[in-house]
């Protein structure tokens, strides 16, 4: 399937829709300029593609929505060439939209049929993160430390794996909450063994599960 101009103008409103709800980041705004999330969701959501809403991409996951996609992308102050960890690869969306920001990323997904899907499709549209299979909560350890890392599934609590795996100065953004809604929360490691935490509002997300299925 093809990005067409249709695609490129409704990508267009909703970037501007996305704009309106309050996104600044003029890099968030361009990079999901870019992305064409149709070709990351089942053909028979496709017309929903443009819309600012999340939906299913089968194995009981969802593509996120587009708004909170690009509200852990601002929190997360991505500079080009950082190195990302991203828990919960699922459509690959959010990871491309890193990559069109220059980040350099490593993604992890814990459910293999999706693993296995967007590993083949991801690299056709010229997204090439590095792919794991596993549970993200343990977080890529022989890769470490990151500058950021996102989790875009539903923590219970902030994982200290993944703490100690970022460097210092660096960001890990995550819904933390149970099921139904979740705070967003940015944590910023000050030290070794050490950070500082700050909320930005409820979201709901699906959980995150611990260990492999
Ligand atoms: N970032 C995705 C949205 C994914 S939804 C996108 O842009 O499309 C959350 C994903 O997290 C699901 O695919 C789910 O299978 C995965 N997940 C849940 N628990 C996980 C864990 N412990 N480790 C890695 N991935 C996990």
Redesign the pocket.
Known sequence: MEDSFLHKGLREKLVEEIRRKGIRNEQVLEAMRKVPRHL?MDSSFIKFAYKDQAFP?G?G????QPYT?AFQTELLDIQPLDKVL??????????AVLMEMGARVYT????KD?YLKVQMQLPKMGYKPSFFY????QGLPTYSPFDKILI??AAPEIPPALVEQLKVGGILVLPVGGPGSQVMTRVEKTGPGEYSTREHGYFV??P???GRE
């Not at 996951?61 to 996120?64: A, C, G, R, V």
């Not at 596993?134 to 909560?137: K, S």
């Open positions: 990351f991409i194995s996951q969802t593509i996120s996609v991203e828990v919960g690869t699922g459509s690959g969306y959010q990871a992890i997904e814990r459910q999706l596993g549970d993200g909560y875009t599934a997300f699906v995150m599960l611990k």
